[in-house]
């Protein structure tokens, strides 16, 4: 199958749009018609032939429009990539990982030639070409990570594995559900969880961090997380709360299905080989509800899932404030009918 | 744990009591590289038990045509190191598993200072080839009772930085001297035996060095012992712990899978609920913290031991 790139904006005229194929690909996180936390790994092996989990590092139809929308929010500011300096190395693994992946994955998309430390990389739907020595930082024009990171799609967190915890010391973050790398650059796992209810009592971080920890080479593990946000806008960052925050007040009964979006995030996670550090991709989808609802069996179980959920869950998650609206729109997609186990339509 | 199938490509004696072994894959295929420090796990198929030793890997990390280790031969072990030096020729095969790293360099560091006393050589010398390549300051004390065990000798050939001490010419090592007078922003990493770990703890303490610029690994290795008798609750079985085993070999050859990783009680992989206790847990692990020792509630199956009437655990 030969993918067609979306030319599309997540930003001002929000021209944003699924294909009638994405929509169906569509990473639904709900298995069931309810959701509290819980550490939902599962190894990041594959996955149905052309769903988000089939490869290493999925490209679709936003490709191109999200590496544009990269640049854009990274010139406007530049702390969004930050690399502490004993992380260098961590950058190299990570550029190797993306690099082989998506040179073996998607052959007519990406190349990669190695001669030893000379590296030849060609990425033809962003038009790059380019020769370098690996591990020679003069031979790029930007760091490793950043070099990488502009050519895949999804924020990255990388981190630095010490003293029994995990350290956020470098990252890529420019579609962000509301954290700030700026702020949490160089915490560990605990503080930067700090903000989030519950799941603290439920010692779901103290489970989550032993599993991260023995995450081993060749054995990437994956999860999903949710939220929902007002317009498709990748950038909701702290930094620009101040342009995404208000528009949370434009919603209403007549726009809700075409404003409101489901935002997903597919996290994966992989232990860097010669770094001992931890690769933590945070890759964003988001569908209008919309366009969810063709898909009953989400549409369905959306509406009970956000009907049902605990208000401190839609406080923290940002939609509080709409949440009746959106409760209203999709009850009118749930007939009652009950659904098939897991995620897929 | 995933593991693959290499070829024991060389097998030389680098003293009468320490073997260096070479694995390569057996189509010539490119192994995983690794961060200094790491280690894997070997599967020794030892007649009808399967033993599973973890040995740092002492060749370059960023070369992925083969792992090398080094293995001395412990007499009054379990058995794995003699099955090592007895059993294993070149040509073999063996399952190795993926590398993992316990003891990583902390790349923060702006100079790196080892230690190493005996055996405990082994994880400093893929350390140090990467330090090289990355060119970071770093020195290396190695202290060994003579030339004839200093097996690391051989494999240091000639490295820069490096300080031997060997207590037989009455070159004994001055943990003070050592640890005094380095710049801000030393880690220092010891690996070797209980005491010399304990020795440098205590003059960084008293040298006031920050707790989080020490880094240690002990010899990884569960401790032969007394037999025992273990209830494995949820599986519904009840099994003796022989003297060589360990409870988590126990376990595997009863065909009940606990995860683990480092098989030496640092990782935390194997933690297991005790459900009921009464004897004496000899809690051989660098896991555990004092209070759940003392509780008796919690066991590291790869090397903690048992004496008592009744142990009792959630597997």
């Known amino acids: 199958m030969t993918l067609q790139f979306n030319d599309e904006t997540f930003r001002d005229d929000y021209t944003y749009h699924n294909s009638a194929a994405a929509i169906l690909r569509f990473p639904f996180p709900f298995d069931r018609d309810s959701y509290m936390y819980s550490v939902n790994m599962e190894p990041h092996a594959g996955g149905p032939e052309g769903s988000p989990f089939d490869k290493r590092f999925d490209v679709d139809e936003h490709y191109v429009s999200e590496m544009r929308d990269r640049e854009i929010t990274l010139a406007e500011d530049p702390l969004r990539c930050q690399s502490l300096p004993h992380m260098e190395l961590a950058g190299w693994d990570l550029l190797e990982l993306i690099m082989v992946s998506k040179a073996e994955d998607y052959p007519e998309l990406f190349t990669l030639n190695r001669d030893g430390d000379r590296w030849h990389w060609i990425n033809r739907p962003l038009g790059i070409e380019h020769r370098f020595t690996f591990l020679d930082p003069t031979t790029l024009p930007c760091g490793p990570m950043e070099y990488i990171t502009r050519q895949a799609q999804g924020d990255f967190a990388v981190l630095d594995q010490r003293e029994g915890n995990l350290w956020m010391d470098a990252g890529m973050v420019t579609s962000q559900a509301d954290w700030s790398l700026d702020f949490d650059i160089g915490m560990n796992f605990f503080e930067w969880h700090a903000p989030v209810p519950k799941a603290h009592e439920m010692g779901v971080f103290q489970r989550a961090l032993k599993f991260l920890l023995n995450i081993r080479q060749g054995s990437p593990a994956r999860r999903l997380n949710w939220t929902m946000t007002v317009n498709p806008r990748l950038d909701t960052s702290p930094e620009n709360y101040h342009k995404w925050g208000p528009e949370k007040r434009t919603v209403t009964a007549e726009n809700v299905g075409r404003k409101q979006f489901l935002r997903v995030e597919l996290q994966t996670f992989w232990r860097l080989p010669r770094s001992n550090a931890l690769a933590f991709p945070i890759r964003c989808y988001l569908i209008s509800l919309e366009d969810l609802v063709t898909v009953p069996k989400w549409g369905r179980r959306l509406h009970r899932v956000l009907r049902d959920l605990p208000d401190e869950l839609a406080d923290y998650k940002g939609f509080a404030v709409n949440r009746p609206l959106i409760v209203d729109y999709l009850s009118q997609h749930d007939d009652g009918a009950p659904t098939s186990p897991g995620i897929f339509p | ?315």
């Not at chain 2, 260096?20 to 280690?39: I, Q, V």
């Not at chain 2, 293995?71 to 993926?98: C, K, N, P, Y």
């Not at chain 2, 990467?130 to 240091?156: C, D, I, K, M, T």
């Open chain 2, 1 to 315: 744990m995933s593991a693959r199938m290499l070829r024991v490509a060389a097998v030389e004696p680098l003293t009468p009591l320490v073997t260096r072994f070479r694995f390569e894959d057996p189509e010539d295929r490119r192994l995983p590289l690794f961060s200094g420090g790491a280690h894997v796990v070997v599967e020794m198929p030892d007649a009808d038990l399967l033993r599973r030793n973890a040995y740092s890997l002492i060749s370059d990390p960023f070369d992925g045509s083969g792992y090398e280790i080094a293995v001395r031969r412990e007499d009054t072990g379990r058995g794995g190191s003699r099955f090592m030096h007895t059993q294993v020729s070149a040509g073999d095969l063996l399952r190795v598993s993926e590398p993992v790293n316990l003891f990583a360099l902390d790349l923060r560091a702006r100079k790196h200072v080892m230690i190493a006393g005996g055996i405990g050589i082994t994880p400093f010398l893929s350390q140090l080839k990467q330090l090289s390549r990355l060119q970071v300051p770093y020195e290396l004390h190695y202290a060994a009772r003579s030339r004839a065990e200093a097996a690391g000798l051989r494999l240091l050939n000639g490295a820069a930085h490096v300080h031997v001490h060997i207590s037989e010419e009455g070159n004994r090592m001055d943990i003070g001297a050592i640890l005094s007078g380095q710049p801000l922003g030393t880690h220092v990493y010891t690996c070797g035996p209980e005491g010399l770990i304990a020795g440098v703890e205590d003059a960084a303490a008293r040298l006031g060095w920050p707790q989080g610029a020490l880094h240690s690994e002990a010899f990884l290795s569960p401790p032969p012992g007394k037999p025992f008798e273990v209830t494995l609750a949820r599986s519904g079985t009840t099994l003796t712990v022989g003297p060589h085993q360990s409870l988590l070999e126990a376990a595997e050859a009863a065909g009940v899978e606990i995860p683990w990783s480092c098989r030496g009680g640092a990782c935390g992989q194997c933690e297991s609920a005790v459900l009921d206790c009464h004897g004496r847990i000899e809690h051989n692990d660098h896991w555990l913290g004092e209070e759940d020792r003392n509780a008796q509630t919690k066991i590291m199956p790869c090397v903690s031991r048992f004496q008592g009437e009744t142990l009792i655990i959630d597997r």
